[in-house]
């Protein structure tokens, strides 16, 4: 197969195009974002608002309003309510999120049974790659380039807020506020991520780039250009072989994101498993300096 | 003006009573040392001098005004216990001391040149200049405690609070820390400092607070480590042969 039937030649479909579009902005989107959920400990947060804004999402349909607002509100509903059920009882906290999440996804899986056929719950469940039209794409960068650019503009603080929330309220910010604001990039970050690859790998998107680049390096600054890059790439990759392998796009996605962590995780210079052998070894070999 | 005003503050978590009609004041180039077992209420009490934590009664004061306003103009430096940090954290010693200077800049929290020049002085004032591009984690435990002292320099705090910072740190680096904050106090700061050191209570601090939920003594770090004062904190078992105070 020549470079331009391996390349081009899948772009010359519409929906192709529409597909790379989504895929970039999700992949984007939520690498950065990813970086701080793994460092503050929320992947666990991640997957519990990803699933429990399915019912918001099938109800804003119903009502006729955007996604992104049912979306956010049962993201948040999520957040406190996992917060009540902790604090109130003698829950512990893994618990309460396995509690409030699948509950919310089970009710947003009986809405989308009792609602007329237009959502597919197959394409809710598992993205619909393939079938992201003009208006979704809108919705998509709009809603994706939003939260982007939130979270690069306030990147120091979510940074502060993740290394030492009990400074940042010392010095007079408001380290709720932060958190808040973050959970709320999380949800609306899921809207973006739900039409690529689905409720259910979310949290793959949201995971595996921030856990990926901080084998990789030990700046959070750098976490923040190789999460994404990585994830962009991975998610092209995956696009490409979902369509030459006529797999499962979403799936492709996620598995070639894996794969990359893999690598990472066997080979990264410093903290990958070999990549640690490599360098003992090698210092190893090296002849110690001369005394004196 | 007192540097902190604590006035008659009780703190309960639920049930659990942290803190009984707390009331003691820190006059600002001092030295204060906080003596207590653990669960004594030692956090607690910075905390409340923070402001993370809300009385019950009573009222704290910075500075004569309320914590929140102290706050804001980043009054108070906060030094955390190791347990509280995460050492793995991506973050190098230059972006933990530029974290002082957050609170006073703009939108997105861009460093002016006169806060990289502030954050180069507060290294090179802790002797952390040669460091300041290693990861956190990376320091011994004694360098970590003064990259967080240096935040609170580049801070420009008035009010240092640091809780347990000879922990896990060794007599060499103890000794520099402690040296650090006398000088910091000889400049105007007001130090408060909790500690399990008895031995060198005496080298570090102007005066002492012997905390049990309440305040057992406040005075002289020699007042405070007499064997019946310390047999009050520590139960009756410790100290109270002569001469050996812990």
């Known amino acids: 197969m020549s470079p331009h039937e391996l390349l081009v030649v899948p772009m010359g479909y519409g929906f192709m195009v529409r597909a790379l579009a989504a895929t970039v902005t999700a992949a984007a989107v939520c690498a950065v974002l990813s970086c701080w959920l793994v460092l503050i400990g929320w992947s666990l947060m991640g997957d519990a608002v990803s699933h429990a804004v399915l019912p918001g999402v099938v109800l804003a349909y119903v009502v006729g309003v955007p996604f992104a607002l049912g979306a956010a509100v049962f993201g948040f509903l999520a957040v406190a309510l996992i917060g009540v059920v902790r604090d109130t009882s003698r829950v512990k906290e893994d618990a309460a999120i396995g509690i409030v999440f699948s509950t919310l996804f089970a009710l947003g899986l009986v809405l989308i049974s009792v609602t007329p056929s237009q959502v597919d719950l197959h394409h809710v469940v598992f993205g619909n790659l393939l079938g992201v039209d003009r208006a979704d794409l809108v919705q998509i960068t709009a809603i994706g380039g939003a939260a982007l650019l939130v979270l690069l503009l306030k990147r120091r603080d979510f940074t502060l807020y993740a290394f030492d929330p009990v400074h940042a309220h010392a010095i007079g910010l408001n380290p709720r506020l932060i958190g808040a604001a973050l959970l709320g990039l999380l949800a609306l970050t899921c809207v973006v991520a739900l039409q690529v690859v689905g409720v259910v790998l979310v949290v793959a998107m949201l995971i595996i780039p921030g856990s990926t680049a901080h084998l990789l390096t030990d700046r959070l600054g750098r976490m923040l250009v190789i999460a994404p890059a990585l994830s962009v790439c991975a998610s092209v990759v995956g696009l490409y072989l979902s369509y030459h392998l006529n797999t499962a796009s979403g799936g492709m996605v996620v598995l070639v994101q894996g794969a990359v962590f893999l690598l990472a995780y066997l080979f990264g210079p410093r903290h990958g498993v070999l990549g640690r052998r490599v360098a003992a070894i090698r210092s190893a070999r090296t002849p110690p300096p001369p005394a004196g | ?246």
């Open chain 2, 1 to 246: 003006m007192n540097a902190v005003e604590v006035d008659g503050v009780t703190v309960r978590y639920g049930d659990v009573l942290a803190l009984d009609r707390v009331s003691l004041a820190l006059g600002a180039g001092r030295v204060c040392g906080l003596v207590g077992v653990n669960g004594s209420g030692k956090s607690t009490l910075f905390k409340t001098i923070t402001g993370l934590v809300r009385p019950e009664r009573g009222a704290v004061r910075v500075r004569g005004g309320p914590p929140a306003l102290a706050r804001r103009g980043g009054t108070v430096a906060y030094v955390p216990q190791s347990e509280a940090v995460d050492w793995a954290f991506p973050v190098s010693v230059r972006e933990v001391v530029m974290t002082g200077r957050h609170g006073g800049l703009g939108l997105t929290r861009r460093p002016r040149r006169v806060d990289h020049e502030a954050v180069d002085r507060a290294l090179d004032r802790v002797g952390l200049t040669d460091l300041a591009d290693r990861r956190i984690g990376g320091l011994s435990g004694g360098q970590r405690k003064r990259a967080f002292v240096a935040r609170g320099i580049a801070q420009q705090a008035r009010v240092l609070l640091l809780d347990e910072p000879f922990a896990g740190v060794d007599k060499r680096s103890e000794g520099t820390i402690t040296r650090l904050l006398r000088e910091l106090a000889a400049d105007g700061a007001a130090v408060l400092v909790s500690t399990h050191d008895l031995r060198s209570l005496p080298d570090l601090a102007d005066e002492a607070v012997l905390l049990m939920r309440r305040v057992l003594v406040h005075g002289s770090p020699q007042e405070v480590l007499r064997p019946d004062n310390l047999a009050r904190a520590f139960g009756l078992d410790v100290g109270l042969r002569e001469g050996e105070p812990a």
